[in-house]
Structures are given as structure tokens and as C-alpha cells.
């Protein structure tokens, strides 16, 4: 990623060229706004459902929960390697080839 720098002189402010800075600005303010409003949805949840403390990667069930993610996507890979064999055995069959190891 490359930082690109712009020198806006007063010329340049004049030629229609919107200020790059009060656009960065707004967006930033933007998604401060957006971050703020998924917050209180967010509290606004875990008051419901009765959750009174978030787990943290030093929780027993923050580390729990990882092992069963990455068992997850292990097994999901390894249903998708045992699709690909059985298509292929299939294709194999197809042809009358599937004893040849090929």
C-alpha cells in the first residue's frame, strides 16, 4: 500500500477540486457514527440474552470456541476433499477404469 501525499495550494482549492481532507473527515465522522449506533444495538442485545461479561481471547470459552472453529474448518475441507474423490471414482466407473489407479 503506497501513501500518496497532496499539496493543495490556493489554485488548486479554487478549481473545483473538493478539500480531500473535509472529505476524509466526513467519512471518518461517518463511520464513528455507524461504529456508535452498532455499539447500542450490540448492548442493547447482550441485555436480553443476560450476558454480562464478553469473552476475551484469554476466556476458557473464547479458547474453547477456537479449537471448535478451526476443527470446523478442518473438517469442511476434508467433506470437500471426500466430495472431489467420490466425483472422481464416479467418473472412473464411467469409464470403466476405476480398478486401474489412474
Given at each position: 500500500m503506497s501513501i500518496q501525499w497532496a499539496t493543495n495550494t490556493s489554485a488548486s482549492m479554487t478549481q473545483g477540486k473538493r478539500d480531500s481532507t473535509r472529505t476524509?473527515?466526513?467519512?471518518?465522522?461517518?463511520a464513528l457514527e455507524k461504529r456508535d449506533k452498532e455499539l447500542a444495538v450490540v448492548w442493547a442485545l447482550e441485555q436480553r440474552l443476560g450476558i454480562e461479561r464478553r469473552w476475551d481471547s484469554s476466556c476458557a470459552e473464547w479458547q474453547e470456541t477456537a479449537r471448535?472453529?478451526?476443527?470446523?474448518?478442518?473438517?469442511?475441507?476434508?467433506?470437500?476433499?471426500?466430495?472431489?474423490?467420490?466425483?472422481?471414482?464416479?467418473?472412473?466407473t464411467k469409464m470403466n477404469r476405476s480398478q486401474t489407479g489412474q
Open positions: 476524509t473527515e466526513t467519512a471518518r465522522r461517518h471448535l472453529v478451526v476443527r470446523r474448518k478442518y473438517q469442511r475441507a476434508l467433506d470437500t476433499l471426500e466430495g472431489l474423490v467420490v466425483a472422481r471414482m464416479f467418473e472412473l
